[in-house]
């Protein structure tokens, strides 16, 4: 079954806000087994709105219209529905009771043009809106001779989405051939971007029967691995098979097997082995102390740390000798070691990560060019020192700079 | 005139991708005075691209196709554009020779189906693509007896926007009649919601001949001016006057009359009044340092700081003393107070940032809910206190935090 999109809305024909709501429904719809075939993004134009819905009945079985059933002149969804398809608009009672007790509970007095949410296309099911005034609408109908499921479903994301999960996927599911469906997602940290695809594609190219997508970026992959079965048995069983083949290929560089984030995992082995981690980051700015504080509860792992940005804060707050700055620089392993060192120390943690490098885009030299960082992980025994120069602006290299030093973190837990 | 954008990509209808092409062809389309009036995305499937073009030139005077210009079986947009126009496809001799010369400096030998990139549609002008092997292609055509503009871009997004700027821009003014735009960008930090469109809407809508459109997203808000003219001096002047009137309007709460972000408002203060700052952070983990961070060159004002989850490090790293924290809890004016002005010392730093609260989801009382959060800024002189609760989740509240924080150092500096 082929599925068409419209978002009807001038202001998503501006520079400045784009559709996304059309991304969460083409993961519901791709779970019932239906294709998403085209999008169509169209103003607040009847004309231009009755000629894309037109078009959509010409080339897709389900229609989902979303957008454009406020009480403004400018929401012409309803009308242009009716139009397109040739039927007749009510006004429904009962919506527009609901309409008035939803103003009186607000303690307004409805405007007339409100009424506009209580008409319903002839034949059409209400849907109802927990979470706004404008009900959705599902039409079970025909056009030019074949059968069209067509849903009227509100623009507001929290809107759109929720009447969609609770309204039309229930409807969709009677309609549709049962499908059982797996999903597993995978994710694997700093793997050489020339390396994972030769090393994946040869495995998961022989599950035909798997849909399989990659997204990469700044040092990490995700693979989601989709099946659909006549029983969830069989679709669990192709799922599991793959995903134990990738995990063994991905080795250590899988951090996770069921879609977890990597600040996530690394607080996960340091509760599991009961430690704490402390911080000192140079060019990072704070940014790895930033994403592990993003995970609820991670004060309970991660003590804090310290943003050394100057050279007199290295050791100030972790110890690093003026000397050894000095001599090496602060752009130096032996730098970054202290500095891993020195704020373990400083704060009692179990673990101290160090990292100091030349993010740019000056400062570079021949000898230390822009991208190159250095990064420590210290446990008091041993100190793991690494380096690496990350291409790309200011703002890649950061990222990469603190997915990389992640990644140490979790390693040194393994 | 009236602007259709069409991207080819099957990518582009999953749930984990989404075009972003058009919102910068956009801008760049409205800037010449021409109106996006439909996007449609399809997939690798000629029949379904060449009915997407005709309904395309069926409603639109200009034609944006992105995608589909590359080697693969799947890269489809030429033979499809000229398909739908009726008209032949060339292999352009001078294109294969670039073909090869490329593989030649790659030390590659090139694939025979690399050659469907020199494939150029009858009575099209070729456009080098300087960042890519594809190049792109001009058509000044006809449909059904009507003038057609077709350009043919490429979908990676800095080939995309680069030959769309040096390629097609020249050529869509020679046609388009002259237009002269003035264009300004004013900020604003932490206006209540309810009070920015009741401020603003009364003056902007007096001005129909500028564009005024407002971007709002936690404690930011963005106010692009847009007008078009005859002249320069006539749009010029109209932005002028409509700039300054809301300048006076937003009052201290605007922050930038140029579109400099608040980071770097922050960072021109401290320049100016030759300050160094260090923050003390708490429930943001580093937040706000990060922010800081990213300016290129914020190391000549930003000395470093703290992120001091735990209580031990808010005593270590800035001098708060235990007893405060017990009398008083972790997240309370008394610690922010102590931790701005315990960092200021403990860094040297001309100011010192103390935020503190509780992100959430979990450890909020009744007395202190989630979502509150405790800013102090100390310049050894005095100590500014504030605090405010902000709704939303765990990531919602550290974002408003940190807008919160840096607006608190600008007013501190102004």
Redesign the interface.
């Known amino acids: 079954m082929k599925a068409e999109i419209i978002a009807v809305g001038s202001e998503?024909?501006?520079?400045?806000r784009?559709d996304?709501n059309s991304?969460?429904l083409?993961?519901k719809l791709?779970a019932l087994g239906v294709?998403?075939?085209?999008?169509?993004?169209?103003?607040d134009?009847r004309k231009?709105i009755v000629?894309?819905i037109r078009?959509a009945l010409g080339?897709a079985d389900i229609l989902v219209m979303m957008g454009g059933l406020g009480p403004t002149e400018d929401d012409l969804t309803r009308e242009a529905v009716a139009e397109a398809l040739g039927l007749g608009l009510r006004r429904e009672p009962a919506q527009v009771a609901a309409l008035h007790a939803r103003a009186a509970t607000w303690r307004i007095t409805m405007p007339e043009n409100n009424l506009k949410q209580a008409d319903v296309i002839e034949s059409a099911t209400v849907l109802p809106n927990a979470n706004g005034s404008a009900p959705g609408q599902w039409l079970d109908t025909a056009f030019e001779g074949y059968r069209k499921l067509v849903m009227l479903v509100p623009g507001p994301p929290h809107e759109c989405r929720a009447l969609f999960d609770t309204e039309c996927v229930p409807r969709l599911k009677e309609v549709l051939p049962p499908r059982f469906i797996a999903v597993r997602t995978l994710k694997a940290a700093m793997i050489p971007e020339s390396q994972a695809d030769k090393l994946l594609a040869p495995i998961y190219t022989e599950y035909k029967d798997v849909e399989t997508?990659i997204?990469a970026h700044t040092g990490d992959i995700q693979l989601?691995l989709l099946c659909a079965k006549a029983t969830q048995e069989a679709a669990d069983a192709r799922v599991e098979e793959l995903a134990g083949k990738l995990e063994e290929a991905l080795d250590d560089w899988l951090y996770s097997s069921d879609g977890e984030s990597l600040e996530q995992i690394v607080l996960y082995y340091l509760g599991l082995r009961q430690a704490t981690l402390?911080?000192a980051?140079?060019c990072?700015?704070?940014?790895?102390?930033?994403r592990?504080?993003?995970v609820?509860?991670?004060?309970r792992s991660?003590?804090?740390?310290?943003?050394?940005?100057?050279d007199?804060?290295k050791t100030?707050?972790a110890g690093v000798p003026p000397e050894m700055i000095a001599k090496h620089g602060a752009v130096s392993a032996e730098v970054a070691a202290a500095l891993a060192d020195g704020i373990r120390k400083?704060?009692?943690a179990t673990l101290g990560l160090g990292v100091t490098g030349i993010?740019?885009?000056?400062g570079g030299t021949e000898e230390k060019p822009v991208g190159l960082v250095y990064f420590a992980v210290a446990d008091g025994q041993t100190t793991d020192s690494y380096d690496r120069t990350f291409r790309g602006d200011?703002?890649r290299v950061?990222q990469w700079a603190s997915q990389q030093a992640l990644d140490l973190i979790r390693k040194k837990l393994m």
């Open positions: 998503m024909l501006t520079p400045h784009q996304t991304l969460y083409t993961d791709n294709t998403v075939a085209f999008k169509t993004i169209v103003g134009r231009d000629g894309a078009t080339r997508t997204l989601t402390a911080t980051e140079s990072t700015g704070g940014l790895v102390a930033e592990i504080t993003r609820p509860g991670s004060s991660f003590l804090g740390g310290a943003v050394v940005y100057s007199p804060l100030a707050f400083r704060t009692g993010a740019g885009p000056t200011r703002e950061r």
